[in-house]
């Protein structure tokens, strides 16, 4: 099996909403300020809040990611935690974590070995690298 035979996107936003927040590394910065044209210094003080040191995307009040507005509006330039889900890396270190996801994610399919699911998500890793 491969990786999108586990897991097709239904576009729904369950995930972009609440759920610990999303981080941005420095180069989700870069490539998200050059395509909503502004400064990382804008950006970090003007759509992120900061959690642990690191700056997260902040929220609207409704609780969705500030870039939802029924879909994803940076999708290109998307942070890589958006990117990678959800084939991360908490599911190597325990499957379980693919089935508690997919409590919040219609896509994911949970009737497949934990054997595939790893697979899968070794794989996705790799190519992400
Ligand atoms: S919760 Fe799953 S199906 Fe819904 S938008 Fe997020 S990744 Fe796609
Ligand atoms: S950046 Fe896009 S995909 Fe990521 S949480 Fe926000 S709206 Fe969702």
């Known amino acids: 099996m491969k ?6 996107c239904e576009k729904c936003g369950d995930c972009c909403k609440g759920y610990g927040g999303t981080y941005v590394t420095v180069k ?7 395509y909503i044209k502004t ?36 999708h290109p330039v998307k942070p890589k935690m958006c990117k990678q889900w959800p084939f991360i890396k908490n599911v190597l270190i325990d499957v379980n974590n693919w089935q508690i996801m997919a409590g919040i994610c219609p896509g994911m399919r949970i009737d497949v070995s934990d054997d595939i699911i790893k697979e899968c998500v070794s794989k996705e890793l790799l190519k992400n690298q």
């Open 39 to 74: 400064d990382p210094e804008n950006f970090v003080e003007n759509y992120c809040n900061m959690s642990g040191g690191r700056p997260v995307l902040a929220q609207q009040k409704d609780g969705y990611c500030m870039f939802w507005d029924n879909l994803c509006t940076i």
């Open 3 to 8: 990786p999108s035979d586990i897991f097709k």
């Open 28 to 34: 989700d910065i870069e490539a998200i300020t050059a």
